[in-house]
Every structure is written in structure tokens, then in C-alpha cells.
């Protein structure tokens, strides 16, 4: 035993001397999971998480194929213009007083025919639109679409990519102009004759609610590129874009045919004919798979205006149909026996069932609203009018009520 | 799941109601445009943030330099480079503030033409520099340097009711 004397502090006074060491301990922090570094990141785990099936959505590539020319060739070339451009003084003086402006539609035209066919694949993808429209398959849009809108003499929109153009600016069938005389793989001018059809569709508006397109425009057999001369299976209508559901693409494709073709199964004879004009366009493309290449593609958003309901009546004949986003609704705990700290009026409120406050606050405006005279106009000095005789919680709704705080702006 | 019941009570509120007709707007690009699309919040010690719809970014490599506007999903959706040969073609040099300016007039067409009009941007550019000259360019051409907030539902109790973006014409 310790040589301790035991004094009347006794047990205290041994027990000290007998842990003298101090024990370091970090409370109030663990690690919980994995170290930095040893636990996956938030894209990993995501990742992980929803796994891809790469056989499944491998692409498909069902467009043109192009042939490029002799690198030596084109670098020859590229070289020579790099060289003239040194000896331009006039280029060189406005590249140093920053006044160069390069042609915009130049770089257009030319960057469509090279590189830009492929940043215009990712695009294309991002707007889901080779997803919605043919599955897992895609193709480079080789042929670039003059697709423009004509406004006025002087004004036309054109449709590029996904630029916004409103239904009464696309009222009328556009002017469609593309380059049918040169080969698509070779890049070659051709005498030979070529048929085409164009296709235009909105995928995202389909009022049975299904997975399916209305064709807005299709004209088959365009003999080299003249547009006019084709032949009409479904006459142009409008982009009609209920109210609420915001944008909708429309989507002009190009495809080329290998012959003359017979479509005459898709014919629409009249322009309200929504039935005739329920369309898919993988289904389509399944079928005349062998005879037809999409070569071009452009598109455009649009979303509701005030011209729409004219249409909706005069043109479609029915009722023109409103939407509202579904929001989901609001998640509250469970509720408890004893919600402490929580004022009971306003905890009751958001656990009631939502159809009896719309019948308390109904009943309230009915309360004030005389039959002939309308409701009462609203107070011009709210906080002016003294309320007596009630509890100070109903007294705080009352003049929420008159400033038009809260639940009053749902009635 | 750690929480099934809270899963499962989650799941019954975003479930659609039954007695409601309802039409589904497959363009994914929809709700980004009305503004009541997820948007990332990212970590509050992050920086330069994630919280963003579409992002410029610059990159100038040693010879030349490319734009790029990023969806935080889909990556790189636009891009113009004085790299590309049509924009090369017409350009003195492929660094200079003179091909910067092009560049920006480049990019904001091709971001007008696929309805790209807002974009986050993180560049904090020195006075007069090539690059302020760039985002200068790009806000005469059409384009706004930053993004509006996500419209998220007003609850039943919430004290205001914002305007719904998309309810607001002219």
C-alpha cells in the first residue's frame, strides 16, 4: 500500500496522486466516414451510383460520312494565305489600332463546313434532341439549312440553333434555301438529281401526354434543293405552344433520299388535323431506314404568346388548354404532441388539411363581400384602425390580413 | 437508404396527384429558360463557385486563345477558339487585343443562335486589358455576364409571393 497519510480529505487526496496523467482527448470532433482523399467525391459517387450500360447507349452514328482532303494540300494552301497575310500593311495597321472586324457571315459559312459540324453535335445533344427524336443514334448535320422567317420586306428571322422565335413571327411557312449541287461525302460540285425531304416537329408538346411528335411541316421529293417544287404532304402549321408550358423546340430535319419516294401514308389534308398529325419520327426513320440519310438539321424555341388563342379557337377549334408547372409540395415533419416554441396558430395552419383553410379564408371574403356592392375597397391606412377585443395572436393575423402578408395572397 | 420513411414520404410529395391532366414538356432546356431548374449550390468554401446554369470561361493557351460557355451538366456546350481556321483565316495575329475582340463577337453570335443569353462569369479582368476588352465586346454584342436566381415555390406560409419569371411578358 501507498505510504500515504490518510487525512480527513481522504479518498480525494490518494485518488489524485494516483492518475496523474492528463488525458488529451478532442471532444466534440469525429470523423465520420472515410478520411479526404480515401472516400469518393460527390462525382464518383454519383457516378457509381447510376450506372450507364455502354452497349446500350453506345451512338450510333446514321448521317454522312465526309471525306477531308490531303492534309499536305490543305496546309499548302493555309500556308500561302499566312504568307500574304504578313505582307498585308492595311491588315497589319487596323490588327494595331484595334479596328479589325471580321465578317461574321464569312466565319459562319466557313466554320459550318468544317469544325463547327461537330461542336454542333455536342449542342445538338445537350438540347436532347437526337435522344427524343432517334434514340441512341445521331448524325453530323453536313448540310447547312437557310431556314429564314419572313416579318417584313426588308426583316426575316432566321432559325439557327436553338435561338427563341415567337409563334407569330413563325405564323408563315419560312423560306428554306440549302446547297443540293454539292456531294456531301466528297464536297464536289454534281450535276446528279437528288431528292430530299424536310421535316419539321416539335417533340415536346403532344397533348395525349405520350412520347409522341406533331409534324408541323413536310415536304418530300425536293428535286436539287428547290423547296417549292416538292411535294406537300403535310401543309405548315404554326408552333401553337399551350399556355404555361413554357418552351417547345421545333425542329426542321433534312434527309436525303436515294430515290424517288412514295409518302403518301403521312398525308395531311387538313391543316387542323392534330390525329393525322401525331408522328414519331424514330418509328419514321425505322421504316424508310434504307432509302433516307438525315443530312441537315436546325431548330428553333418558342413558347406562348398572345396570338395563340385566336389560333387555338379559330384554327384548331377547342378550348384553348392552360398549364401550370407541379411544384412539389412542401415536406413538413411529423407533427407532435407538444410542438414546443412553434406558435400554435401557425403550426395548426400548416398541418391542416389544405381544403379547410381554402373554406376559412373563403368564408372570410364572402363574410365582407356584399352581394350587389361587390367585396369592401381596401383600407387606405391599414395600420390606422385600431382592433380591440381580440387576442394579440388573431389581432398579428388580422394586420397580416390588411397589408396582404402571407396566406391571404393565395385567396 | 439511412431514412426510408423520410424517403418514402419525399417520394409521395413529388409523386404527380391523380386527378390532374398532365402534358410533359420534354425539352430539357425548358426549365433552365423559366428558371426553375436545379441549379447547383455547391460547398459555401468553394471558390470560385458552382452554382451556375452556364459558365464563360477563357482559356489562353501559348499561341492562341479559346471561349467557352460550360453547362454545368453537359460541359462545354458553345465554343469559339482563334485556334478554328475560319476565324484564323481573317485575323492579323491569333493573341492580340484585336483577335480577343473578334473572338468575343465570334462567341456572342454563336451563343445568340442557340438562345444563350445569360451565362455566370468569374473573370475579374484588369482595367483595359485583352480580356476586359473581351467581356466588354461580348455585353455590346447581346450577351449578359451573369445569371438571374433559380425561382424556387413560394410556400403557403412564406410571407411574399414573387413573380413568377415566366408569367411576366414585356
Known amino acids: 500500500m501507498l505510504s500515504i497519510p490518510i487525512n480527513k480529505f481522504g479518498r480525494d487526496f490518494i485518488l489524485k496522486n494516483q492518475i496523474p496523467a492528463i488525458i488529451q482527448a478532442r471532444l466534440g470532433h469525429t470523423l465520420r466516414g472515410k478520411a479526404p482523399g480515401v472516400a469518393r467525391s460527390i462525382e464518383q459517387r454519383l457516378r457509381d451510383d447510376n450506372p450507364v450500360d455502354e452497349e446500350v447507349v453506345k451512338p450510333v452514328n446514321i448521317g454522312f460520312p465526309k471525306l477531308r482532303a490531303p492534309r499536305s494540300v490543305e496546309l499548302k494552301e493555309r500556308i500561302k494565305l499566312e504568307k500574304q497575310k504578313r505582307q498585308n500593311v492595311e491588315l497589319e495597321k487596323k490588327a494595331t489600332s484595334n479596328t479589325l472586324q471580321i465578317d461574321l457571315d464569312q466565319v459562319r459559312a466557313d466554320s459550318l463546313k468544317s469544325n463547327r459540324q461537330h461542336q454542333l453535335v455536342d449542342l445538338i445533344h445537350h438540347f436532347g434532341i437526337y435522344k427524343d427524336l432517334f434514340g441512341a443514334a445521331y448524325f453530323v448535320p453536313r448540310v447547312p439549312l437557310d431556314i429564314q422567317f419572313t416579318i417584313s420586306e426588308d426583316k426575316a428571322l432566321p432559325v439557327y440553333f436553338g435561338n427563341l422565335i415567337s409563334p407569330t413571327e413563325a405564323s408563315k411557312p419560312p423560306k428554306v434555301q440549302f446547297d443540293a449541287s454539292t456531294d456531301i461525302i466528297t464536297g464536289q460540285k454534281t450535276n446528279e438529281q437528288s431528292f430530299w425531304t424536310l421535316i419539321a416537329t416539335n417533340p415536346d408538346g403532344h397533348f395525349s401526354g405520350e412520347e409522341k411528335e406533331y409534324i408541323h411541316w413536310f415536304i418530300s421529293n425536293i428535286p436539287n434543293g428547290e423547296v417549292e417544287k ?85 384554327v384548331l377549334g377547342m378550348k384553348e388548354p392552360s398549364y401550370e408547372y407541379d411544384f412539389p409540395k412542401p415536406f413538413l415533419r411529423d407533427p407532435e404532441w407538444f410542438p414546443l416554441r412553434q406558435p400554435f396558430n401557425l403550426y395548426l395552419d400548416k398541418h391542416r388539411d389544405q381544403k379547410e383553410v381554402n373554406k376559412d379564408y373563403l368564408k372570410k371574403v364572402l363574410a365582407t363581400t356584399h352581394p350587389f356592392k361587390g367585396p369592401e375597397p381596401p383600407l387606405k391606412f391599414p395600420n390606422a384602425h385600431p382592433i380591440r377585443g381580440v387576442p394579440s395572436w388573431l389581432k398579428t393575423e388580422i394586420k ?12 | 437508404m439511412r431514412f426510408p420513411r423520410i424517403a418514402e414520404k419525399i417520394r409521395q410529395l413529388t409523386l404527380p396527384s391523380t386527378d390532374a391532366k398532365y402534358m410533359i414538356n420534354r425539352n430539357p432546356r425548358n426549365l433552365e429558360l423559366l428558371r426553375i431548374a436545379y441549379k447547383p449550390d455547391g460547398y459555401h468554401l468553394d471558390k470560385p463557385g458552382r452554382s451556375f446554369w452556364y459558365k464563360l470561361e477563357v482559356n489562353p493557351s501559348g499561341r492562341y486563345v479559346t471561349a467557352q460557355v460550360k453547362h454545368f451538366e453537359s460541359g462545354p456546350v458553345v465554343t469559339a477558339s482563334t485556334s478554328e481556321w475560319a476565324i484564323k483565316k481573317q485575323l492579323f495575329k491569333t493573341k492580340d487585343t484585336s483577335a480577343y475582340v473578334n473572338l468575343a463577337r465570334v462567341l456572342a453570335q454563336r451563343c445568340l443562335e442557340s438562345g444563350l443569353i445569360e451565362m455566370r462569369c468569374d473573370i475579374t479582368p484588369n482595367p483595359n486589358s485583352k480580356l476586359d476588352k473581351f467581356l466588354r465586346t461580348l455585353e455590346e454584342n447581346g450577351l449578359k455576364l451573369s445569371e438571374p436566381e433559380r425561382f424556387e415555390a413560394p410556400r403557403p406560409w412564406n410571407r411574399h409571393r414573387p413573380e413568377k419569371p415566366w408569367e411576366v411578358t414585356e
Open chain 1, 400 to 411: 397580416k390580413d390588411r397589408l396582404k402578408i402571407g396566406r391571404i395572397n393565395d385567396y
Open chain 1, 230 to 314: 416538292g411535294e406537300v404532304i403535310a401543309p405548315y402549321i404554326q408552333p401553337f405552344p399551350p399556355k404555361g408550358l413554357g418552351y417547345q423546340r421545333f425542329i426542321f430535319i433534312l434527309y436525303k433520299q436515294n430515290k424517288k419516294l412514295d409518302f403518301t401514308s403521312y398525308k395531311v389534308e387538313k391543316l387542323n388535323d392534330l390525329t393525322k398529325r401525331t408522328f414519331s419520327t424514330h418509328d419514321f426513320y425505322k421504316k424508310y431506314e434504307a432509302d433516307i440519310t438525315p443530312a441537315g438539321l436546325a431548330f428553333f424555341q418558342s413558347t406562348w404568346d398572345k396570338n395563340i388563342t385566336e389560333f387555338y379557337h379559330k
